[in-house]
């Protein structure tokens, strides 16, 4: 089985910038469209980027022009840069494999302001 594990979360202040990292414990990264997702404390779950096993991207608006996901499948690990950060970004970012149904466990991201 396949396992998902985000790491790179923390504490920074608005404008700064983070990098998150999802290692995958097998090569599903070409394989499958492979996903960012992220949740605040009260808010419903909210979807932040795509990547397809063909390496097309996309993003929810909100995000746009701000975080860019990759991914290097040779070290079976997915990634989302995170530049421009604002409080509102303040969220636990899961990485996922939907169509796999594969979750990580998340990683806390606190923006302050």
């Known amino acids: 089985q396949v396992q998902l594990v985000e790491s790179g979360g923390g504490l920074v202040q608005a404008g700064g910038s983070l990098r998150l990292s999802c290692a995958a414990s097998g090569s599903i990264f070409s394989i499958y469209a492979t996903d960012w997702y992220r949740q605040a404390p009260g808010k419903q779950r909210e979807w932040v980027a795509e990547?397809?096993?063909?390496?097309?991207?996309s993003y929810a608006d909100s995000v746009k022009g701000r975080f860019t996901i990759s991914r290097d499948n040779a070290k079976n690990t997915m990634y989302l840069q995170m530049n421009s950060l604002k409080p509102e970004d303040t969220a636990v970012y899961y990485c996922a494999a939907p169509r796999y149904g594969k979750w990580g466990q998340g990683t806390q991201v606190t923006v302050s302001s």
């Open positions: 990547i397809s096993s063909g390496g097309s991207t």
